[in-house]
């Protein structure tokens, strides 16, 4: 199959998840709405399961396959969990989905359970190294046993091998003179009965007829043993026999199969290079503007810091992180946000303890109802695959990219945050501390110098 029959699977099957995503997790219901509505989420994991890892095997763009194989893992593991809920509501190790499949017009062929082909093929150098060791240790296994001497292979004599060879020998003769002799007889047997019956000559026509009536027969007993084999090899009481492999589809597939793994090993060696070549360029390109940019914003922060609390603050340790939170302030907490309210709210709560005993009491009602399940962590991750397909790859355009390398723009996209923390910790943290001692020694110098001029302006007066 052509790559953009994976890629159409691979967004037919996102958009599925996208639908499923907003049925889990189910809400509180009795066990066995709640069992329904898990069987039916099993039943539609497995097949978004299967599909995703048909994609993530066929794929060779290296980009796509990270993010398949993200959402391929999220997946198992809902699907696990959902198994595992399965199994607590319904008290049994085996769950009976025939219904269901009945209802969605399935077959029982679909809740099979393929083991991922990826589990195999990233783990071959470790296979290969592991079967190399048993074969080694089978090896010096039967290297330390003792080689006991067989009787039976002890060397022959010169004379017994004569003797060995005459007796085959008189023995073949034999059975040769006996097979030629029965011959002999049986032909002189066919003479003398037809001597004594005088049966005249046969009649080429009466001959042909016979010789028909035997090949008619025997085509007749050849059609019926090829239909007989073509139907139990119908209805699978036998297998068919083997095609060349030019004509069996099966090995064609095997092939292109391999082709395309080897494709996907060269794009992923490609990518391997390309991440180190554009980290490089990106630093060498944009590392300058990235370290001004970062330098005003944190002189910035100096500045706003003073004028605030009349000093200069202390610049963070690289064990806090640096100054990472002058770029990316932590988010404030509800605490914080009611206190920056003001204080009037504090005094009406206190004013109203009614009230709250209200609330209280209408919460401990509400508990009693219907409530949602809580989220999974498996589901944020499928939700945060979802969002990633949605504003990368879905309206993206790959009509330059028909061999499906790896896209250049996203992998700047990607290296640029890493690169900017690496220039802000290993350059600009320590030239932004440096400069904040210096602008604290000026200032304290500039202070000691009002306080000597004050003094000097006294013993004048």
Known sequence: MANVTYDLLWRETMRDLLDMLELDPPQDQEEEEAFQHFSYLYIKYVQIYKNLEDCY??????????DIKEVLEAVIGRMLEIKQNLIKLSGLKFINFDDILVDLKLIPETLELPVPRYFVDERQKDLMLREKLVQTLIAAREAEKDETPDPASAPMSVEECVRLIQMNERGRQGKQR????????????????LREIGQPETDPDHAATVIQKLFRGYKTIRQARMMREEELVFIGMKEPEAKPRQLDPQARQEDIRSRRKIIQAQNKDEYEEALVNIRRKIYDDEGVDMREQMMDKIRQWFVAYKEQHDGFPDYPDEESGGSVFIFDPPPMGEEEEEEEEGGGKDDKKKADPKKDDKKKGGEEEEDDGPQELPVSEFVLKMQGCTEKFCQMWQDRDETHNFPQKYDAELVREALRPGVRDEIRVKEVDRVMQEELENLKLAVEKGKKGKKKGKKKGKKKG
């Open 57 to 66: 095997d066929q794929h060779v763009h290296p980009q796509k396959r990270i």
């Open 178 to 193: 006996s097979k030629f002799m029965r011959e002999i007889r049986k032909q002189e047997d066919v003479e003398r009965k």
